[in-house]
């Protein structure tokens, strides 16, 4: 009895919804893997914490994505096309800082926790990575 309340309790949490991250309306899910030397000049400045870089290489996320370094060994990576409606012309974020800056509408994201700065309701939308030596993956 404890094995199956276990179970049940266990996809329930794995099929309940965690909020906007996953059912975000406006960005489509897109598969990609991108793999960044940062011995490469355009990306050496990934070494550093806080240095954000954009990519938009074609078939990497839907508008592009932004790439910082956050601690020693962790990277956090998001789409570059704003989470708060359907990509179009002016949805593509650029670097302010540590932030991006949706030019739609101002809504503001932190690189650090993807969070909206300024009250948007869906946060941004996060890409898993992966360090091995001097090369970051980037992939979903």
Same mark, same amino acid.
């Given at each position: $009895?404890?094995?199956? +309340?276990?179970?049940?309790?266990?996809? +329930?949490?794995?099929?309940?919804?965690?909020? &906007?991250?996953?059912?975000?309306? =406006?960005?489509?899910?897109?598969?990609?893997?991108?793999?960044?030397?940062?011995?490469?000049?355009? =990306?050496?400045? +990934?070494?550093?914490?806080?240095?954000?870089?954009?990519?938009?290489?074609?078939?990497?996320?839907?508008?592009?994505? @932004?790439? $910082?370094? @956050?601690?020693?060994?962790? =990277?956090?990576?998001?789409? +570059?096309?704003?989470? &708060?409606? =359907?990509?179009?012309?002016?949805?593509? $974020?650029?670097?302010?800082?540590?932030?991006?800056?949706?030019?739609?509408?101002d809504y503001e994201y932190s690189l650090y926790t993807g969070g909206s700065i300024n009250g948007a309701q869906y946060p941004l939308r996060f890409y898993r990575t992966e360090i091995m030596g001097d090369i970051i993956r980037v992939? &979903?």
């Open positions: $009895m404890k094995k199956i +309340l276990t179970l049940v309790t266990l996809l +329930l949490f794995a099929c309940s919804p965690d909020g &906007n991250t996953s059912n975000n309306p =406006y960005l489509q899910n897109i598969n990609f893997s991108k793999d960044i030397n940062t011995n490469l000049p355009s =990306y050496n400045s +990934l070494k550093f914490v806080s240095n954000p870089v954009i990519i938009t290489d074609p078939g990497v996320g839907i508008k592009g994505i @932004v790439v $910082m370094k @956050v601690g020693e060994g962790a =990277y956090n990576a998001f789409e +570059l096309s704003c989470p &708060n409606h =359907y990509p179009s012309s002016c949805s593509q $974020m650029t670097i302010n800082g540590i932030n991006v800056v949706c030019s739609c509408e992939y &979903n």
